[in-house]
């Protein structure tokens, strides 16, 4: 059993301690207030099992705590309700006994997410509550942006494994990194702008932070205003043609900023042309 006594001290502070809704940009909070996220039916099927106790304890009221994680979803994405912004009718938050993470499921106005009792009592590391408040909501953010983000036409499917896929996955993550649901030690080293996840994710977030406060977003709304849609192809939609906007430049600007590449012009190497 748990140690419930530690796990009430903590419920009066978690929202100094959870992820912070720190999400940069000029979306303004008229209107959002009243938007409908959705009718949230909750259903706890793990009842009886120690994630499904630790659960209870942090989120007395998981309705409303799934509804607040989907405004600040939204406004993430968008800078407004009157965007095109997906109409979902419904989302069903289980939570399930199995060795999973967590997985969203179903499509326009029905969304079915599913999160793992396992997966919490595995992060419920030395009683840390913070831990988990801070993980569950960062999965709860990434599920959600699959709910509501846009998806690009014209670039293959999510079952490919290519630019689609990437960028369903990437923005998810760049939401929950931009929330403060990712660390800076949870970025991954080098790789590609392709990758999904937290490594395009990171790289995302990175271009919200330096570049254009309201990028993600923009970035987003690229799904329905850049067809066929490309990587390259929205940043020049959102940068313009200028030579160092370029995805590649931009990428490679990203890795040494990071530490992950060195600047040839500080080394002073330069590369061989032929």
């Known amino acids: 059993m748990i140690e419930m006594n530690r796990l009430c ?13 720190n999400a940069s940009g000029q979306s303004s909070e008229k209107g959002w207030q009243d938007y409908f996220v959705g009718d949230v039916r909750f259903e706890d099927r793990a009842a009886g099992t120690e994630g499904s106790e630790i659960y209870a304890a942090i989120i007395p009221d998981p309705a409303a705590y799934i509804k607040n994680s989907a ?15 997906p109409k979902v009718k419904t989302i069903r938050y289980t939570l399930r006994d199995y060795s999973g993470i967590s997985a969203k499921s179903g499509s326009g106005s029905f969304i079915s997410i599913v999160y793992s009792t396992q997966w919490i009592e595995k992060n419920f590391v030395d009683n840390d509550t913070a831990r988990i408040d801070y993980e569950t909501k960062g999965v709860l953010y ?9 998806e690009p036409q014209g670039c293959g499917t999510y079952a490919d494994g290519g630019q689609f896929w990437a960028f369903i996955e990437g923005v998810a993550d760049a939401v929950r990194v ?13 790789g590609k702008y392709t990758d999904g996840y937290r490594v395009t994710g990171f790289f995302l977030n990175w271009l919200n932070e330096t570049k254009d406060p309201d990028f993600i977003r923009k970035f987003n709304r690229s799904a329905i205003e850049v067809i066929p849609w490309s990587f390259e192809s929205a940043f020049k939609h959102i940068f313009g043609d200028e030579k160092d906007c370029h995805i590649d430049a931009l990428w490679h600007e ?3 900023a990071t530490g992950d590449e060195k600047d040839e012009k500080e080394t002073g190497h330069t590369k061989n042309t032929r």
């Open 142 to 150: 990434h599920e959600l942006t699959h709910a509501y983000q846009l």
């Open 9 to 21: 001290v903590f419920l009066g502070i978690l929202s100094m301690i959870g992820c912070a809704g």
């Open 71 to 85: 405004l600040q979803v939204l406004k993430t994405l968008y800078f407004s309700p009157d965007d095109s912004i």
């Open 178 to 190: 931009a929330n403060g649901c990712f660390r800076p030690k949870d970025r991954p080293k080098g």
């Open 254 to 256: 990203y890795m040494i």
